[in-house]
Structures are given as structure tokens and as C-alpha cells.
């Protein structure tokens, strides 16, 4: 594609792009979709209207369009900061570090104190883990547009999982005085401390009584009502908030559960001993460690007293491994796992796919000999791990099966987790789960490590020394300290893991126990033990 014409656009191709816009700004993708053709058909040329098409493609979550869009626009004008920021974004999700490192170097070369695209390069660096590049990006922002309220919220949200708690409570403050109903800052400012009172409480029932929220903000609101009553001990309350979180939050998701168990069905076909014993690879690189299992289950605990050693470097939730396997096999589909996409996956050139995961994570392993991989999906490419990287250690935490769902059912995710909002839906995933991790135990039980939350929250020492043991380190007093390390924590336990070990969650289902009727009997009906653990 040529660069654009310097021919400026017709008044109507403004006036159209314009209308775009506002149909993007007011969710109406068909219209917005509509003026661009328009335009478009009679200018290919122009890249604003390129722009669009990208912007509304990432609101469809139609990442491909998106990409081919921002990049036509960079072919036409490659000064567009905004275009090359959205691009290492997309680049980011797709797994692509070094595509992403150079889109995200052209938007700083063309930022030209935009705002809007000094905080999107912060989302780039915070989405490739650098939350301390992050910051300085989001306050770049922040201080040229003080009253803009996403710049303010996203410059918080950094600074909690730097740990710099007080100065994100001050940032929502702010936010919440310009305004007061904005449901992103209830909820994270829920999640920073106990409540002790019901100050915050009552203003947040005060809020969803308008009946101003629906959708993705009722389920910010609704979350951080409950986290609040849970920390009063209302325990009723609290779980009608959640519920009503949840269920506003389902609304918004596509899940295909039959799609997960036909995977998970082909997946225990297909990784057999005979499978994992036949073209053994020596791909010798043994600085991986991954931390798998199910979300809210103690895989932050444990990568936190990993990470406290001197040896090893905290990566945080990387989807190398899974973007590895795509591009070696060439999968089109749009799912992010599937039943095709597994079996495909059994075929791959080992060999290839630990160079290529080992390769793609260069950039994010830090300069320590050893580093840790916490994505908790992991598991469902364990044979694989075990087949690409055989030299690489893997630990699996286990978690009362009641405490493990509820603990997901009342946590609000940025975008994974889909089956977690419906407590039917939450307890048959993990079943499938937990007759996965079954088979792998069975079949490939003593090539990775299993350990449980309940002992390493209620006897550290003697756990903690097992898991360092198994990596084959020298012991660290350092990892019976891992609250007091500094980095940034990316997870759902970012305020948690910043104290000591503690059993209070241990049991927490039971406060619950008559409303989570549902969830109990559907685990019970799949043969799941859900009792003393």
C-alpha cells in the first residue's frame, strides 16, 4: 500500500468519519462499520478512516482486522503514534514480544505528547510486564489531562500492583470526586484494604440503586460491594452481591461449554505414556519453571516464594507456550483452546516448540538463571511441556474443591475465566479439570510436582523447602520473606501476597455453604470430594 495523498479528505468523508466515531464511542459497531466503507470506498488512501476500521475491529474482538487495519495505517502514515501503540498491543496478546517491542518504539518516536497514546504505550509496557515503565507512561498522561478519569484509573491500577497502595487510594479518591459513580475505581479501591466500616458499603448500594449500571460496570460495582461485606462478615450480603456481579458479568460472555468438553475428551486420547515416550526430544534448557492449576488456588503464593530466591526471576502469566504451538501448526481458529488445536498439537516438532517458547520469552525472563511462568492454564499443555522442554520443572497446586470454585466465582477477571460467573458452570469445569489433572498424574505423575494451598498457607517452612528442593536450588531464608519483595504482582492476589502466609481462606466456602448448593451438588454428581480436604 502507498503512502497517502497529501489530497485533503471531502467535507462529507469528515463529517462520515466523525459519524464513525460516535457510533464506535456509542457501541453501535454496524453503523460505525457503515461510514467507513463509505469513505473508504472512495479514499483507500486515508488512513483515519483505516484507524477506525481498527478500533472498531478490537471492540468486535476481531483481532486479525484489527492488525491489517493499524497496519495499513502505518503503511500510510508511519508518524501514526496511535496506530503503532494499538499494534504492539495486539502484538502483545498474540505472544509476539519483538513485533511488539518495535511497534511499541515507532509510537514512542511519533507520540508527539498525545495523551491518549502516552497511555496506551503505559498499557503496552504494563501488558509486557514492565509496570514501572508502565507508570512513568500513564503519568505522562495523567499530567497533561489531570481530569481525564481513564488515565487517572489506569495510573492507579499500575500503582497497586507496584504495591504503592497509598498513592493508588489517593488517585481513586481523586477519580471518585470527579466521579463519584465510576465502577472501575469502587472496585479497586474495594480490593486494596479490609473494610472496618460500611461508609463505602452504603455508598456503593446507594449507586447500583439508581439502577444506572448494567453489564461490565453492575459487575465491578456488584464485586466490590461484596468483597467489602465479605471483609464485615456479611456473609449473606455478600454473596448476593456476588451473585448479582456474576450474573451481570455472564451476560457480557460467550462460553462454549461444549466445546471444552470435547476438548478436554480428545485430550485424554491423544497424551498417552506411548505418546510422551515416542520422538523424546533432547532440547536441553532447564531455566523454565511453569506454576499450573486452576486461578485463585495459591499459583501466586508459590511463584512469590519461588520468585524470593536469588536465582529465579517472576515472568508473570505468559501465553508463549500456547502462541508457540499455534504458529508451529499453523492454527487459524479463533479459540484460544480447542479440541482441533490439541490434537493438532500432538504432532508438532518438539525440538521446535522449546526452541520457540525459549526464544519468545528472552525478553521476559530477566537476567536471573531461572524463571517462572504462573499462567494456571498451563496444565492443559502439560504432556506438551513435558515433551518440548523435558529439563523444565513443573508444579501443580491443589485446592479444596469448594474453596477453589467459590474463590473464582467471587472474583472478577479482566478476560479469561468465562465459566467461572454460573456456579453449575464453575463446578463441571472443574471437574473436567480435575479428571485431567487425574490422567496426567497417572500417566506423567512423577515428572512434575504436586503440592497443596492448605499445607503451604498453614506450615510455610517445610513446604517451601520441598519446592525449592524439587527446582534443585540451594535454600533461601528469602523465600520464607516473599511478602516483602517489591515487584509488581499482575494477579487477582496482587494486595494479598504482599503479607505473610495466612489460613483464612482456608474453609471460606463453608460461611457460604447454603447458597452454594448448587456448585456443591454439581461437584458431588461428578465424583469431585468436596469435604475435609
Not at 69 to 90: E, N
Not at 281 to 291: G, K, L, Q, R, W
Request: include cysteine; charged fraction near 25%; glycine fraction near 6%.
Amino acid at each position: 500500500m502507498s503512502k497517502a495523498s497529501t489530497q485533503p479528505p471531502a467535507p462529507w468523508m469528515r463529517d462520515a468519519l466523525r459519524k464513525g466515531f460516535n457510533y464506535l464511542n456509542n457501541a453501535k459497531f454496524q453503523e460505525a462499520s457503515e461510514e467507513c466503507r463509505k469513505v473508504l470506498t472512495a479514499r483507500p488512501d486515508l488512513a483515519e478512516g483505516h484507524f477506525l476500521v481498527g478500533l472498531i475491529a478490537l471492540e468486535i474482538k476481531n483481532s486479525v482486522t484489527a492488525m491489517r487495519a493499524f497496519g495499513s495505517v502505518t503503511k500510510l502514515d508511519p508518524t501514526h503514534g496511535a496506530a503503532w501503540a494499538q499494534l504492539a498491543r495486539i502484538f502483545v496478546r498474540a505472544g509476539q514480544p519483538a513485533r511488539a517491542d518495535g511497534a511499541l518504539q515507532k509510537a514512542i518516536e511519533n507520540e508527539d505528547g498525545n495523551s491518549f497514546v502516552q497511555d496506551l504505550i503505559g498499557l503496552v509496557f504494563a501488558q509486557l510486564g514492565d509496570q514501572q515503565e508502565a507508570l512513568g507512561w500513564y503519568t505522562k498522561a495523567a499530567s497533561q489531562m489531570p481530569s481525564n478519569v481513564m488515565f487517572r484509573v489506569n495510573r492507579a491500577n499500575c500503582n497497586m500492583f507496584l504495591g504503592n497502595l497509598e498513592d493508588t487510594e489517593e488517585e481513586l479518591r481523586d477519580v471518585l470526586d470527579m466521579q463519584p459513580g465510576n465502577p472501575n475505581a469502587h472496585w479497586i479501591l474495594a480490593g486494596l484494604k479490609k473494610a472496618k466500616d460500611r461508609e463505602h458499603v452504603e455508598e456503593m448500594q446507594k449507586l447500583i440503586a439508581t439502577g444506572n449500571y448494567e453489564g461490565s460496570s453492575l459487575a465491578f460495582m456488584s464485586y466490590g460491594l461484596g468483597k467489602e461485606l465479605e471483609d464485615l462478615e456479611d456473609w449473606a450480603a455478600a454473596y448476593e452481591a456476588f451473585a448479582a456481579g456474576a450474573e451481570a458479568r455472564r451476560g457480557t460472555l460467550d462460553y462454549d461449554e461444549q466445546a471444552e468438553i470435547d476438548m478436554c475428551r480428545a485430550m485424554e486420547r491423544t497424551y498417552t505414556r506411548q505418546w510422551l515416550e515416542d520422538d523424546r526430544t533432547d532440547y536441553e534448557d532447564p531455566s523454565p519453571i511453569f506454576v499450573v492449576g486452576q486461578p485463585r488456588t495459591g499459583t501466586t503464593l508459590v511463584e512469590r516464594i519461588i520468585t524470593a530466591h536469588s536465582q529465579v526471576h517472576s515472568a508473570g502469566e505468559l501465553r508463549q507456550f500456547g502462541n508457540a504451538i499455534r504458529r508451529l501448526i499453523d492454527y487459524r481458529g479463533s479459540s484460544r483452546f480447542s479440541a482441533e488445536l490439541m490434537e493438532q498439537a500432538a504432532a508438532v516438532d518438539a525440538a521446535k516448540l522449546g526452541e520457540a517458547y525459549i526464544q519468545t520469552t528472552q525478553k521476559l525472563r530477566g537476567d536471573s538463571p531461572r524463571f517462572v511462568d504462573k499462567l494456571p492454564s498451563n496444565y492443559l499443555y502439560l504432556p506438551l511441556i513435558l515433551k518440548a522442554l523435558p529439563n523444565a520443572k513443573i508444579i501443580h497446586l491443589r485446592r479444596n474443591p469448594m474453596d477453589a470454585c467459590f474463590s473464582s466465582f467471587k472474583q472478577l477477571f479482566a478476560d479469561a475465566y468465562p465459566h467461572s460467573y454460573n456456579q453449575r458452570e464453575m463446578a463441571r469445569h472443574h471437574a473436567r479439570y480435575y479428571r485431567l489433572m487425574a490422567a496426567w498424574h497417572e500417566r506423567f505423575g512423577d515428572r512434575f510436582f504436586e503440592v497443596r494451598y492448605e499445607d503451604v498457607a498453614s506450615n510455610l517452612e517445610p513446604n517451601a523447602r520441598a519446592l525449592i528442593e524439587y527446582l534443585e536450588l540451594p535454600w533461601e531464608d528469602a523465600c520464607l520473606d516473599f511478602h516483602k519483595q517489591k515487584a509488581a504482582v499482575t494477579t487477582a492476589s496482587t494486595v494479598q501476597v504482599r503479607k505473610p502466609a495466612h489460613t483464612k481462606s482456608i474453609g471460606r466456602w463453608k460461611r457460604y455453604e447454603e447458597s452454594l448448593k448448587p456448585m456443591r451438588e454439581e461437584l458431588e454428581a461428578h465424583g469431585i470430594p468436596v469435604g475435609d480436604w
